[in-house]
């Protein structure tokens, strides 16, 4: 919205600046910080008057948990949503589809959340909506994305994936490119579900991999850049690091608040929200592959998952303490901020990792 101030502009002066992506990013990402800090104590109480019991906590999770962390309110991710939706809207171009996209993505999938979040605590119970109906609302969601994003990109990369390291292979997916999409998104949004079980771990890394697909997204978008990098270049993606800027504010107003001991659980409206987000700036910027790296942590977390009930279904045994593998650490005795801070730090070492495949090529 504020884009459009640069219309006033001579060419010369204050104005000029909102046509600067850079320039509004700043101000997309202190619009979301300030917004969390003003709004974040008022909600939290609303939250806590509301909820009552707070979010239920699974009797069968880590002992501490049941002690430490019952009658913590949920729902936080509202907080996040409003900051980010706020902001962006704010600071972005409006005419840019891919923001819509991927605007589109984190509010369907935070709506999905909320529906989850109201279920369980409303029942106080912790098994919330059906999985089998969360699963499907966002399937469809990320399959009308996935579309929307083929008919959006250049003729020569729609409904192609493009592969990091080897910057002349484009793989024709044809249709399968909304199936693979669905995929990207669905599975990004559940792994970050998945991530979130102690204070402050899943956001941090959520903001590291924003952050990074932010900066590829604004590099992909520039064809000065793009040639330098040998890299696909694609039109309007640069728009998206406003979009990322803005997710890093809110973040960082909700991290005040979640810092152990968390004073706020995301749950899953900012979880779902912020994993289908990931995916779809993935999608969008044709890093699908490199969010993999990126977003590593939340990989190797939905993977835990994925290998515990396998191996238990066919052997009756468990390869962890407990899944998904941050509760395995719980279990081995590790503290919990140790458990978040190296699991940032993991995050951070994969971010580097994944913004050097854009120049090794």
Not at 23 to 30: D, E, I, K, V
Not at 77 to 91: D, M, N, P, Q, R
Not at 178 to 192: D, W
């Amino acid at each position: 919205m504020l884009y459009w101030l640069q219309n006033l502009s001579d060419g010369g002066d204050f104005f000029n600046l909102f046509r600067y992506i850079t320039f509004r990013s700043g101000g997309a990402f202190f619009t979301a910080l300030v917004f969390g800090f003003i709004f974040g104590l008022p909600l939290i109480n609303l939250l806590k008057r509301k909820q009552g019991k707070g979010q239920p906590i699974r009797d069968d999770g880590p002992e501490s948990h049941i002690l430490n962390k019952q009658g913590t309110p949920t729902m936080g991710g509202l907080l996040i949503l409003s900051a980010l939706v706020v902001s962006s809207l704010l600071w972005v171009r409006l005419d840019n589809p891919y923001i819509w996209i991927i605007l589109f993505v984190t509010v369907g999938f935070g709506l999905v959340g909320f529906a989850d979040d109201y279920a369980k605590v409303s029942k106080n119970n912790h098994k919330g909506v059906s999985g089998r109906v969360r699963f499907s609302i966002g399937l469809l969601i990320a399959a009308i994305a996935g579309y929307w994003a083929a008919m959006v990109h250049p003729d020569d990369l729609a409904f192609r994936l493009a592969m990091p390291v080897f910057k002349d292979v484009l793989l024709n997916l044809g249709y399968l490119f909304v199936p693979f999409s669905m995929i990207v998104i669905v599975g990004a949004a559940n792994s970050v579900n998945l991530t979130d079980g102690l204070d402050g771990l899943a956001i941090m890394p959520v903001m590291i991999a924003a952050g990074t697909l932010g900066i590829i997204s604004y590099a992909v978008g520039r064809v000065d850049f793009t040639e330098y990098l040998d890299v696909h270049y694609v039109p309007g993606t640069g728009e998206i690091l406003v979009f990322a800027s803005a997710l890093i504010g809110g973040g960082l107003g909700f991290l005040w608040y979640n810092a152990p001991p968390a004073a706020v659980f995301m749950g899953d409206t900012g979880s779902l929200a912020l994993g289908g987000a990931l995916g779809a700036i993935a999608v969008a910027s044709k890093h699908e592959i490199v969010l993999a790296i990126v977003g590593g942590l939340f990989v190797v977390e939905a993977l835990s998952v994925i290998i515990q009930v396998v191996y238990f279904k066919r052997t009756g045994k468990r390869v962890f303490l407990m899944a998904p593998i941050h509760h395995h650490f719980e279990k081995r005795g590790w503290a919990e901020p140790q458990i978040v801070i190296r699991f940032w730090i993991i995050s951070l070492v994969l971010a580097l990792i994944g913004l050097a495949t854009l120049k090794l090529r």
